[in-house]
């Protein structure tokens, strides 16, 4: 049956046969149907990168299958989320290695993005191996060096080389469900580079940057960094007693889909301003649970429909680090000046990193949501040209309506990345809207 | 440590049960026609308890092996989840007779068929809690599912029973209406959202439901009125109404 469905974005909105997977025989069943198809978790990627004429949903498919309690090496299907694992793992010591900015995505789409956290690294960096349902119905077991070249294209592959049936992840020690969390309010974007560019030991870091901000405030930023508190770093009592656990606050609903002028650039100013003065001048530490620090979006359930029926889409790009202190400041003037106002707007720089197709490469990124207007589209692509011109690229997952030239250009390896899919998928199976747009298959 | 049965617990509800249960540190027993569907169920649920997990088979439609499949359990449990359920197709129902047999053997033959030789069991040990899910459809027979309603009102009818037999042992029992669920069984059917319990959802509230004691459930508050309406129109009208 035809069932209407979008990603987070709530842009574009499609009528698809959603086939929900519950065991690894039906995988066999359902792949072997006609018509493409692609897979889809929870449906956290913002644009149409999970979205086909038929879905295949993994969201039931969620048993964990293993687990070494020495070591911290867990096994499991592809639809099990990262809510679920902290739920189950936090208590007895271990959290994930990376993590994005909610923890409702499942083990599949946090592979299929490669997605990346507050610390350095991507997730796919802790994948120790995994297993793919191909085309043709064959499961292969890949990893760094097994099939290797198979797992470095499903790695950030957007699920174009086959089904993630199950993957065993590395996880980490920790002492506390705690993070130390110090945050500093940057002037402008040098002291907020410069801050970056000296970090230091910190595990995590990620900067809130007001880009409705213009002239010398432009880039002013609130920085945040943090580290596992060790059970020596906790503060009260109740903390101590139990450091493994907390009890959030209960969480918050928009229960309906906001009229779309609700945000406009008046609230979006006023928050961006509200934001930056809440911060302390200066550093400023304290400690707070993994909750607030890592999702403080997902607090609020169902946040993305303040956006309105007519959906939103975050534009994230990345800029290599030499062209980054040249780049950064003119597309921040762009975006400032365009008078579009992000809502939310994030800074991050990434370390050394090695991707094919993945996200993640040493430098700069840049991630702000917009509201779908009429005018947006034209101006994103203006946007493209130059992010193109710094040699930077755009996020897939976030990713509803670049152009083909801006991902072939983007990513040294698309001509690579299309003939493998060609090659391990010749019948074109595994299309998404994305996957199509981009001319990926041609 | 507590245990746990489940019976049928290869449905979703089933599954989103158990890990309720595992992660109140109760040992699981799963039962199901074929085991080989659990297996990785089992799994999990014994890293999420961790505790082993047992896996039995057992099939409602062969009363005959009741007693023997409780008897050989290792453990004797202390809470039983009767899940499993057969909404089958009305339509064939009508005029395929297998088809509605089955229907009523699942829900109605085969639960009773179990439970009385559980009922007897936790009697004698004066401990112990029934869970048994039911449906709305049970609470008035309608043209589009009254063989599936008309066997579950039979259970629903039993469990009532039981209850009250049980109540003197010092054994409770509570029965389940659970509204729509999102679930295999109702995949593919455009169901209302706000009258749709998730599965873990539902879980949540059958267990927090169960260490409250409670008898009588409906999932979600709405479909309480909704279901007082619909038994409350007058046989003369709800028989010229298409439900
Ligand atoms: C509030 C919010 C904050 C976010 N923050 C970050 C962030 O900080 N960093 C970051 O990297 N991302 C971030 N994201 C994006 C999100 O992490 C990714 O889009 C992720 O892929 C979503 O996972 P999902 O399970 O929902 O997958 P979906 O959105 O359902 O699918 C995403 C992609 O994965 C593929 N896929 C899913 N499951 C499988 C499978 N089993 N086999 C093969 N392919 C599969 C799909 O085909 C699709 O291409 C954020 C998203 C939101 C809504
Ligand atoms: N979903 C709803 O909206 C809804 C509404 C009201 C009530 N209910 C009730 O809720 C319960 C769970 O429903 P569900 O939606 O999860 O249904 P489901 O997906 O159809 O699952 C039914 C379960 O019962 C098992 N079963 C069927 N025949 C059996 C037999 N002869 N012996 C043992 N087990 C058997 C099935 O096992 P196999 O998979 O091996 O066949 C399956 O695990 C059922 O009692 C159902 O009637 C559901």
Redesign the interface.
């Known amino acids: 049956m035809k069932r209407k469905t979008a990603n987070w974005g709530n842009y574009p909105t499609i009528e698809a046969d959603v086939l929900t997977l519950r065991n690894q025989r039906q995988a066999n069943e359902f792949i072997h149907r006609d018509g493409p198809m692609i897979a889809r978790g929870l449906g956290r990627c913002y644009g149409d990168s999970a979205l086909s004429e038929t879905i295949l949903s993994t969201e039931s498919c969620n048993n964990l299958l293993a687990f070494d309690s020495e070591k911290g090496i867990l096994t499991c299907e592809a639809g099990v989320s990262l809510a679920n694992i902290l739920d189950v793992f936090t208590p007895r010591g271990w959290f994930l290695p990376v993590t994005p900015g909610t923890k409702f995505v499942t083990i599949g789409g946090a592979i299929a993005a490669d997605v990346h956290g507050k610390s350095s690294g991507s997730f796919c960096d802790y994948v120790l191996s995994m297993q793919v349902m191909k085309a043709d119905g064959e499961i292969l077991t890949c990893s760094k060096t097994e099939n290797a070249e198979f797992f470095e294209t499903t790695r950030g592959g957007m699920g174009l080389t086959g089904l993630i049936l199950q993957a065993t992840i590395q996880l980490i020690p920790v002492e506390t469900a705690y993070i130390r969390e110090e945050t500093v309010q940057c002037k402008d974007l040098d002291s907020v580079m410069d801050l970056f560019d000296h970090m230091g030991k910190w595990t995590y870091s990620v900067a809130w940057i007001d880009c409705v901000a213009t002239g010398k405030n432009m880039g002013r930023s609130v920085m945040m960094r943090g580290e596992h508190a060790r059970r020596a770093d906790l503060v009260n009592s109740t903390q101590r007693r139990d450091p493994l656990n907390f009890h959030g606050l209960p969480k918050l609903d928009v229960p309906i889909m906001f009229p779309n002028f609700a945000l406009n650039n008046l609230s979006v100013k006023a928050f961006n301003m509200a934001y930056y003065h809440k911060c302390p001048k200066g550093a400023h530490e304290h400690i707070v649970n993994y909750d607030a620090f890592f999702y403080p979006l997902d607090f609020v359930n169902n946040w993305n429909r303040i956006y309105g029926r007519r959906g939103f889409t975050q534009y994230q790009f990345l800029l290599p680090m030499e062209s980054s202190y040249e780049g950064l400041p003119v597309l921040l003037e762009k975006i400032s000046s365009c008078g579009l106002g992000s809502f939310l707007a994030v800074l991050k720089k990434f370390g050394p990193h090695e991707s094919f197709i993945s996200f993640p490469k040493p430098g700069y990124f840049l991630a702000l949501d917009f509201p779908i207007t009429k005018k947006l589209f034209a101006l994103l692509d203006e946007f493209d040209k130059l992010v193109l011109k710094y040699g930077g690229r755009l996020y897939l997952a976030k990713d509803v309506r670049m152009k083909p030239e801006m991902f072939f250009k983007g990513y040294e390896n698309a001509d690579t990345f299309c003939e493998r899919i060609k090659q391990w998928d010749p019948q074109q199976k595994f299309q998404s809207l994305q996957s199509r747009r981009l001319n990926i298959h041609q | 440590m507590q245990t746990a049965l489940i019976l049928g617990a290869g449905s979703?509800l089933a599954r989103a049960l158990a890990r309720r249960f595992a992660t109140a540190s109760y040992r699981l027993i799963l039962a199901e026609p074929d085991t080989s569907?659990i297996e990785?169920?089992a799994?999990?649920l014994e890293?999420?308890s961790q505790a082993p997990v047992e896996t039995v088979a057992f099939d409602a439609l062969k009363p005959e092996t009741h007693q023997a499949f409780y008897d050989s359990l290792s453990v004797k449990p202390d809470v039983v989840l009767c899940v499993f359920g057969y909404m089958g197709d009305q339509l064939k129902a009508e005029t395929d007779s297998a088809e509605r047999l089955r229907v009523m053997n699942v829900n109605y033959t085969g639960a009773v068929s179990i439970l009385e030789v559980i009922a007897t069991d936790f009697a004698a040990r004066k401990a112990g809690t029934l869970i048994g899910i039911s449906s709305c459809a049970g609470d008035r027979g309608r043209q589009s599912n009254y063989i599936y309603g008309s066997a579950k009102a039979g259970f629903t009818a039993y469990l009532s029973g039981l209850r009250n037999r049980l109540f003197h042992h010092g054994v409770h029992v509570m029965t389940v209406k659970p509204g729509f669920m999102r679930t295999?069984m109702t995949?593919?059917?455009?169901l209302p959202e706000i009258l749709t319990a998730m599965p873990d959802r539902a879980a949540e509230i059958i267990f927090h439901a169960f260490t409250r004691k409670r008898n009588v459930i409906y999932l979600l508050w709405m479909w309480k009125w909704i279901m007082m309406m619909v038994r409350n129109v007058p046989e003369c009208v709800f028989k010229r109404m298409k439900m």
């Open positions: 979703d569907l990785d169920l799994k999990d890293i999420r295999a995949e593919g059917l455009d």
